[in-house]
């Protein structure tokens, strides 16, 4: 009776997005950007890369434009720009997982994929919540059977100082002829720490240590933890729930942080070097990593925020959710640099390019403006001390990036953009703000729009700002702005998938 109950909950839940997905509401749809068919999506799972091909599986609640039981949506793409819509991978329906299948990763072994994810059981009240790890393995990479022996991490192998109802996202990687996991934990004293496990088949798995926890300096739950090795460091990246804003930094009610250390693998103690917040815009959180065959790290976030408003869910779109384009990452004097994926530029198309242009109070450039469009630009603050970008712009609205060379600041304010996009803060912001360094007096942005989303690599990747905005369809002009006299270098090009 069991296997035909799990039949039908993967049955019905691929059968409703083929008969649905007609009822998504285009107006805020992307070009260029991973979005659900319809439904709600979450944080990326299992970014990896099988076969010569690369897959991304998402948080997904294919019935709904709101967060609810929680499935594997699956896509996979040779470049990382074209992507093939796939089935959903695996759906809730086991006792272990029967309240969701939680967010975890995937890895080869023997030629087969291995998802580990986490099984979310809630029958009612706190005391009752179960978050357990599982296995579902793949043959072809497509089609996925849970483990007959579910699950492979349960209560009994959590360490005594471990809340068992926050125990999830498994981030799973070899080293060695090991197999480890990263798993995020919140501690009895209510703050976050990240437990490790070991196993020689990803079958049997073994408590190894916790090797970081806050002691309640930093936020209280660690979610989607990532472990992985950039030049001959350790880099520890998660997702910090409930931290409060230090400066400029974790202005997100939810956030996430790079770290830069050492893991001790004999005393399972991660050294910490340094942290920092990863994105310093409104809408990043969950991301994962792979490393491809080119020996690149590459990695991908959702790009929303809990705890605000979904316009495209409020309005009855059917659907909600997208991630952030591609990045490569590079440790510079350990800074975590990001850089857009080379494979993007394929998407370029009808090039507009100004040099040495004289930028003085209000100038908008012929050619310059768009809602799917790419700009590379450098300016020389000669003489200014404030210059700004308004994107977007029509029917009172604008999306603003505005750089003060005093305060060597670079501001991104949403405030105009369309859409009321508060929520659960504390306080409901509506501009950002972070650190910016000129180099020989210029700036460098790299900015990539597309209908929803804005996107900000600044001075070669060294930060980077992503936010969602929500204008009209019509509101796509670009317009430029300095205090007094400024020099613009710019490239601007439309981005068109096949």
Request: charged share 30%; glycine share 6%; aromatic share 12%.
């Amino acid at each position: 009776m069991s296997v035909i109950v799990k039949e039908d909950k993967l049955k019905q839940a691929n059968s409703y997005v083929k008969n649905n997905r007609e009822k998504v509401d285009n107006t805020y749809r992307q070009k260029y950007h991973i979005m659900p068919p319809i439904g709600w999506m979450n944080d990326p799972n299992g970014f990896s890369y099988y076969n010569g091909e690369y897959h991304l599986f998402y948080q997904y609640n294919p019935y709904s434009s709101q967060w609810g039981p929680m499935h594997w949506k699956h896509i996979k793409s040779k470049d990382l720009v074209n992507w093939k819509d796939l089935d959903i991978a695996i759906a809730p329906d086991e006792e272990y997982d029967v309240s969701g299948c939680f967010s975890g990763s995937a890895i080869e072994k023997d030629g087969k994929m291995y998802l580990m994810y986490t099984g979310h059981q809630d029958p009612g009240g706190f005391e009752n919540l179960r978050q357990v790890q599982c296995i579902a393995v793949s043959e072809d990479g497509i089609n996925f059977t849970k483990y007959e022996n579910n699950p492979v991490i349960d209560s009994t192998k959590l360490p005594k100082e471990a809340i068992i109802q926050d125990f999830r996202d498994p981030k799973v990687y070899k080293k060695g002829d090991k197999y480890y996991s990263v798993i995020g934990s919140r501690n009895l004293d209510d703050s976050g720490q990240i437990l490790l496990y070991s196993s020689d088949d990803l079958l049997n798995w073994n408590y190894e240590g916790n090797i970081l926890q806050s002691n309640n300096e930093f936020a209280k739950m660690w979610e989607c933890p990532d472990l992985f090795e950039l030049d001959n460091k350790d880099i520890l990246i998660m997702s910090p729930q409930f931290l409060e804003p230090r400066g400029n930094k974790y202005w997100n009610l939810h956030s996430s942080s790079y770290m830069i250390g050492n893991l001790d693998y004999k005393n399972n103690k991660y050294n910490l070097e340094k942290v920092e917040e990863i994105d310093y815009g409104f809408d990043f959180y969950a991301p994962q990593t792979l490393i491809d065959n080119k020996g690149r790290r590459i990695m991908i976030a959702w790009m929303q925020m809990w705890d605000r408003k979904f316009p495209t869910n409020e309005l009855g779109h059917n659907w909600a959710g997208c991630m952030t384009i591609p990045r490569e990452l590079k440790l510079v004097d350990d800074k975590l640099y990001q850089l857009p994926v080379e494979e993007l530029k394929v998407l370029r198309k009808n090039e507009v390019s100004y040099k040495d242009i004289n930028i003085k109070d209000n100038k908008s450039l012929e050619g310059i403006k768009g809602q799917c469009i790419e700009l590379e630009l450098e300016v020389d603050m000669k003489n200014s001390n404030e210059f700004e970008i308004l994107l977007m712009k029509g029917n009172n609205q604008e999306t603003s990036i505005k750089y003060n060379k005093i305060d060597e600041l670079l501001v991104f304010d949403r405030s105009k953009n369309g859409k009321a996009l508060g929520g659960g803060e504390k306080e409901v912001r509506t501009y950002r703000q972070t650190e910016a360094n000129l180099i020989d007096n210029k700036l460098k942005l790299n900015i990539f729009i597309d209908r929803m989303s804005v996107e900000i690599f600044i001075n070669d990747g060294i930060k980077t700002m992503s936010s969602t905005v929500y204008p009209d369809k019509d509101s796509d002009n670009i317009e430029f702005y300095c205090d007094k006299e400024a020099i613009l270098d710019i490239k601007k090009w439309d981005m068109e998938v096949k």
